[in-house]
């Protein structure tokens, strides 16, 4: 019985990853679609973001520490928007948002633009957020207006 249950459990396991891995492959597959789409030239991170630098911005960058302001518009893969700053500057915590803004805010300098295309677990993952769907590829438009460290 013990047996069993083991091997049930381990299952289970290589199951939910397998799940996990899915998902990642499937946003590598639409961001690079994207990408393409696009006529983009965008560089990856290791945890998977995609980042354009339009404008790099000044030599001083924020730090997950920083306070920053930003300018942004979100939208799907499929071009619905889902959130804007609507031209207007917006300031917090860089600590306090998805990690793909963690990781792709500090890419850019005092003044710099950009896009960053985020996979699904930098997002908002398994959560469904307001018009956001699980599993969701979000891209930004964001344009660093500052930032305090």
Not at 45 to 50: N, P
Not at 83 to 111: C, H, M, Y
């Amino acid at each position: 019985m013990k047996q069993l249950l083991f091997l049930a459990s381990l299952l289970l396991l290589f199951t939910s990853c397998k799940k996990e891995e899915d998902y990642a492959a499937n946003d590598k597959k639409a961001i690079e679609k994207y990408i393409a789409d696009h006529g983009l030239t965008a560089q990856s991170t290791a945890s998977g973001l995609y980042y354009v630098i339009e404008t790099p911005g000044s030599s001083n960058h924020p730090t997950i520490s920083s306070s920053v302001a930003v300018r942004y518009t979100g939208y799907l893969t499929n071009g619905t928007q889902f959130d804007s700053s609507n031209g207007k500057t917006v300031s917090f915590a860089l600590r306090e948002v998805i990690l793909g803004w963690q990781e792709g805010i500090p890419l850019f300098g005092k003044g710099g633009k950009g896009k960053l295309l985020i996979p699904s677990d930098l997002g908002y993952g398994a959560d469904a957020v307001g018009s956001i769907p699980a599993h969701s590829v979000l891209i930004f438009d964001i344009e660093l207006v500052g930032f305090t460290l």
